[in-house]
């Protein structure tokens, strides 16, 4: 089930992508590092693929990857020397052209997930982050967007795909908040829409994917971002506003050192008990059937 959907800010278009990453974000450079840094599904998600990448190695494979939607390119340029080949593609040109500056192996293309350009090739590794929750809400937009990733897939490929499960407690109430104290006005910024896991399983299922395992990230983000981080986050980072932003880098990246008592109990619950009080993130690992 599509559970909320907020607009983005500047259009689901080229063009809007481009002010986004222009007027947001404007240092790619910052961006990459800040990224790689704070987002703390990248290195769960880094070691799937190094798993995989070496069964590939150990059966005498070639191993060419596909990177879709690839944003400033910090995920892929953190493997692409691994492998023999690797792309990446985005709708942006802007982000294309920076990537392409890069001291990086792989190759950079202007592209758009709902119709891939022409590689001449499948790949035995395809990775897709994000992507699913920064477009339009028709189920027909997600299925087209998977069923392309499917379609540059090898037969004996893994496609891994992860996408921003705010279906948390914390997020939840955080969000019934927000539109309370919200009621009546206009002009909210949002640029993503929100998914459980068994809205996308039934759009994998009906492609033809197979699930070879889904896990859970990203557990201590909510714990700072939502209303309630006076109570689990120490009183010297209690300023999150400031900290997300992206003029600001001099700060203590390491999210669970943030947390306070209570946010390291509950950071430890959630993550090794019930996922659904914290994580943010579903990661699926897929074959073909």
């Known amino acids: 089930m599509l559970v909320e ?18 007027n947001e974000y404007k240092d790619l450079q910052n961006l990459r590092l800040k990224l790689l840094i704070e987002d703390e599904a990248i290195g769960e998600v880094l070691q799937d693929i190094y798993e995989i990448m070496l069964g590939f190695r150990l059966q005498g494979k070639p191993i060419n990857l596909l990177d879709i939607g690839c944003g400033v390119g910090h995920q892929l340029c953190a493997i692409a020397h691994l492998c023999d080949g690797a792309i ?48 339009d809400e028709n189920r027909e937009t997600h299925k087209k967007i998977l069923r392309e990733a ?24 955080d969000k019934k908040l927000a539109n309370i104290k919200n009621r009546g006005m206009s002009g909210k910024d949002y640029y993503m829409c929100w998914f459980d896991d068994a809205y996308v399983l039934s759009l994998l299922d009906e492609i033809g994917f197979k699930v070879v395992a889904v896990s859970k990230a990203d557990f201590a983000y909510p714990l700072h971002s939502t209303f309630f981080r006076k109570l689990f986050v120490k009183s010297t980072h209690e300023n999150y506003d400031s900290y997300k932003s992206y003029d600001h880098y001099n700060k203590d990246y390491n999210s669970y050192r943030r947390l306070n008592f209570l946010g390291r109990l509950m950071y430890i619950v959630s993550r090794y008990g019930f996922n659904v009080l914290s994580a943010r993130t579903s990661i699926f690992i897929l074959r073909k059937k």
């Open 88 to 135: 990446g593609f985005d709708i942006s040109e802007e982000v294309v052209r920076s990537n392409n500056e890069l001291n990086c192996s792989a190759r950079f293309l202007v592209g758009d997930a709902l119709n891939h350009p022409d590689m001449g090739q499948k790949f035995n590794i395809v990775l897709m982050a994000g992507v699913l929750y920064a477009i």
């Open 5 to 22: 959907y907020k607009k983005l800010k500047y259009g689901y278009t080229a063009e809007g992508w481009e002010q986004a990453y222009q």
């Open 150 to 173: 499917y379609n540059s897939l090898s037969e004996d490929g893994f496609f891994i795909f992860y996408h921003r499960a705010y279906l948390n407690v914390l997020t939840y109430l």
